[in-house]
């Protein structure tokens, strides 16, 4: 099965509850938004730029469960913002968890080894150390934190942590191998963590996801290639969605950058190119979602947005109309689902009811049309049914020779030209976008920096988002060691 049977079973009942009621709508999946500051500034991310004013806010942890409660979806994908900040975190999975959620942790992967050995540390016992001793050996944890772990003292054994359950899982962001990756999140050294992290995540026990989005730049070859790799790191499964120019991205692209947001993300047309080879993919990695979306994204059917089964929850309240467009935040589900006119978004028959939705086929608006049965074909309950519970794929047996490590993006990222203008030496410099394109040249690799990375820099400069990155810096030291 792609999903554990106990996950497809709770989603399975959810669905079959309210269809039996005949809910017009209800949630499958709550995107909920503890707070909005983030270690890194991901090219095609506007979150920093669209909650600037409320960086330094944070939804409190009651909040949170209440609003997980009051729509009752049977997923939360903890999001952000990087959700590994946000100081109640392990309060919040276990909040999440007592109310019977499955859980996506969605995280950049910076945090995540210093999380996994906060969870050895408070439950470290001799049966742990053959694992312990394996990561040490495989350098994803050093001899002085194996020696701390096994030594523990009482405050780090009384710490709530995020252990390893079949309810919960890592979901990692990686667009792409190595060098893409890098540029994409504007900071050299992160791929290598996140494959660091998923390791040792695997290792210990814990479930594991990837999310990509794909972008103009984005090679499908280097996708598929960055499949086979992940597949044979024993990733549990992936999601993928086609990278849309929503309002608050194209906004950071074109005042933080500099540059043409055509350039970068996709129109429709090109989603249905970059996405031909969706339902092969399918076959052969475990990718989730349902075949309907991914006949959708590869332009054989269209889809009616249910954006309504994915709802927003953040600092401001439930964000409508969806994850990516923001034209008004309500004080309760209820309100949202009942004052939100609905038919005024979203592609019907190919023509665009808002104009801000041509381009959009995201699977936060169209991933839920493929399970709920909109513009329902004979035969999709049975193709759903098949590709969920039949077998997973094996792990890409030979996954691990694909040159996953093909170059770090030093000067050559989205930042560089901003960044040569205000350091001389790095004059020259030219980005992708310059360059026509993303090359992978690997030479002269430089070591990723400390502290903040492209991230201090240039970024989107609120101070109220500096002052908080600098409270966490002091933590951030993973990708530098």
Known sequence: ??????????????????????????????????????????????????????????????????????????????????????????????????????????????????????????????????????????????????????ASDAAARSKITIAPSKWMYWNVHVDGLEYTHDLIVEREGVFKECVAAIRMAKILGYQVATNTTVYKESDVQELEDMFKFLSWLEVDGHTISPGYDYDAAKKDMVKRLGKD??????????????????????????????????????????????????????????????????????????????????????????????????????????????????????????KNFKYNFWPKPAPFARGGEVIAFNGVSVGKGHLAEAKAAVNRELAGAKSAFARGGNALDSSSPTAPSSGGGCASGTGSGTSARDELLAKIRSDDKTISS
């Open 261 to 382: 947001p055509t350039e970068f993300f996709l129109t429709r047309d090109l989603t249905r190119q970059k996405f031909k080879d969706i339902q092969r993919w399918g076959e052969m990695f475990t990718i989730f979602g349902t075949p309907v979306y991914q006949e959708f994204l590869a332009g054989k059917r269209e889809l009616t947005c249910t954006a309504w089964a994915i709802p927003t929850y953040n600092v401001k309240g439930w964000k409508a109309p969806c994850y990516l467009m923001t034209d008004g935040h309500y004080p309760s589900y209820a309100e949202m689902l009942g004052q939100v006119a609905w038919e005024k978004y979203g592609v019907v028959n190919g023509v665009a009811r808002d104009p801000r939705c041509e381009n959009c086929m995201v699977h936060c608006g169209y991933d839920p049309s493929g399970a709920l049965g909109t513009n329902y074909q004979a035969g999709d309950n049975w």
């Open 1 to 150: 099965m792609r999903f554990p049977l106990a996950l497809s079973l709770k989603i399975t009942r959810h669905i079959v509850k309210h269809k039996l009621r005949r809910t017009p709508k209800f949630a499958m999946v709550l995107q909920l938004e503890p707070l909005h500051t983030c270690n890194l500034t991901c090219t095609g991310c506007g979150r920093i730029r669209e909650y600037s004013t409320s960086l330094k806010d944070m939804v409190p942890l009651e909040q949170c469960l209440a609003a997980a409660a009051e729509c009752d979806a049977p997923m939360v994908s903890v999001c952000g913002g990087e959700p590994l900040i946000y100081p109640k975190i392990e309060e919040l999975v276990a909040g999440l968890r007592a109310q019977g959620r499955i859980i996506y942790i969605c995280t950049n992967g910076v945090f995540m080894r210093k999380k996994m050995r906060e969870y050895l540390a408070a439950h470290y016992q001799p049966s742990f150390e053959p694992q312990l001793q394996r990561l040490v050996s495989e350098e994803l944890v050093t001899e002085k934190e194996a020696a701390q772990i096994r």
